[in-house]
């Protein structure tokens, strides 16, 4: 199924009228779109379920709200212009999720590992200092760069503290932030089985996520830190 047109509508007029007012006069049609959105969620969800373990509930478990938190922002606007939400993967085990943006000109969906902790982020960094031909198999395979492309996140100008500068895959000793991102046309969300081409889309993040979540579930030695 594709994402109703109504729904999508409504963020196009949402975004030229994004005041209390507007939306307050509108509210019937936001309920309505909102509900169009959870069923597209849902429809979604249903799928990723036969390819991975997701936690969420339901659709409607799945998506953001859409008031927008405005105190420390300089934008304050109070109204989200996109239907968004995540697919948490189920377990200690399964690391990562899927993330969802679907908005007039701005649909994209995207997965990976926004702020890792210290912890995480130092056992990231000692993995690629002694395993990075294994990153670089992992980044290259087909599906994940074909769909996604290159690993994008905020990177440190040189070496981390504590590795050498001269590392041999210093380009991703510098990561801090590691995340994919794949975008589509207004085109390609209101077509048919949209919600069967984004999950399989998702599908394609696995070796990203399969990987990382051995290595986040484990210390340097590979001895599991779950038992």
Known sequence: MTLDKNAFDFLKKLSKNNSRDWFNKHKADYETAREQAIVFADSVLKYMRTHDEIENENGKASLFRIYRDVRFSKDKTPYQTCWHGYFKRAGKKLRGGYYFHLAPGNTYIGGGFWGPNKDELSRIRVDIEYNHEDWRKMLANKKLKTTFGAMQGEQL????????????????????????????????????????????????LRPFFDYMSDVLTTDANGISLLD
């Open 157 to 204: 100008k040189t070496a981390p503290q504590g590795f050498p500068k001269d590392h041999e895959a210093v380009d991703l000793l510098r990561y801090k932030q590691f995340t994919f991102r794949h975008d589509f046309t207004d085109k390609d969300i209101l077509a048919k089985d949209f919600d069967k081409t984004m999950s399989n889309a998702f599908k394609n």
